[in-house]
């Protein structure tokens, strides 16, 4: 069924949120969601999680444990705002240097423009580019990080060979998306927010409840954890686990160059 999720076998390649697409299709629909979003995406975030995208965020950060070092390089991907990016710097006291990473213009401009009002400019820089065909020689970084991106991205297990190619031996991946809902009574809650609520939130704000309906049909269709956990494996990853945030609303999936 359409509203069904992909297994680690695939299928997110052709899937805009509930709708059949064809190959070549999904990205450039995906860029004009992330185009219109892009002024407002914190708060898109703050609609889709009820504010616990922050904490979430937080957590991943702690998992990381960036080091104080100035020749510690993190490759962040759809990344575009720098919510990621900026938080890492701070948790290395401004030692770390962070890439941030996007397909979508608008959204980098966002960030840039958040990185020169915090002082952050001289621990960053971003690139416009595919996550399926990164930019960077192999063995390049000692961390990459994706919160809620990876589910966007046509090709996943593409991405997530080239997230293993520009890793150092030693290097880790760590990714933060909304996933399955596995606490009883919970699990109904998160549908009716999602598929009444957010929508409508997203129309008030932004005018267009298109946007929200395709996040949140994604998120539907994104494989559980255990089967996102095996297309990390299958992408060469030693150590693959994941720990579940709010009973399963959000997932951190981590994984080992080795």
Do not use: C
């Amino acid at each position: 069924m359409a509203d069904e999720r992909v297994s680690a076998g695939g299928g997110m390649e052709t899937s805009f949120g509930f709708r059949e697409v064809g190959a070549d299709e999904k990205q450039p629909l995906v860029n004009d969601v992330f185009h219109k979003v892009a002024k407002r995406y914190d708060i898109m975030n703050d609609v889709m999680s009820a504010g616990l995208h922050r904490i979430w965020k937080d957590a991943m950060i702690a998992a990381l444990n960036p080091p104080s070092r100035e020749d510690y390089r993190v490759l962040d991907v759809a990344g575009g705002t720098g919510d990621i990016a900026f938080r890492i710097v701070e948790a290395s006291d401004r030692k770390a240097h962070a890439t941030v990473l996007d397909i979508n213009g608008s959204m980098l401009a966002v960030g840039a423009e958040r990185a020169r009002k915090k002082g952050l400019l001289a621990n960053l820089d971003f690139v416009e580019a595919n996550a399926e065909d990164l930019p960077f020689p192999a063995s390049s970084f000692d961390a990459y990080t994706i919160a809620f991106g990876i589910r966007n991205v046509p090709r996943i297990e593409v991405a997530l060979k080239e997230a293993y190619r520009v890793l150092k031996r030693g290097g880790r991946l760590l990714v933060l998306e909304f996933s399955e809902v596995e606490m009883p009574l919970l699990d109904s809650f998160y549908d009716a927010w999602s598929f009444h609520a957010i929508p409508r939130f997203g129309k008030l704000i932004t005018g267009d409840d298109a946007p929200y309906q395709y996040l949140v049909e994604s998120i539907r269709k994104f494989p559980n954890q255990r089967d996102f956990a095996t297309m990390i494996g299958n992408a060469g990853f030693s150590r693959v686990s994941f720990t579940n945030y709010t009973g399963g609303i959000a997932a951190l999936h981590s994984g080992w160059k080795i």
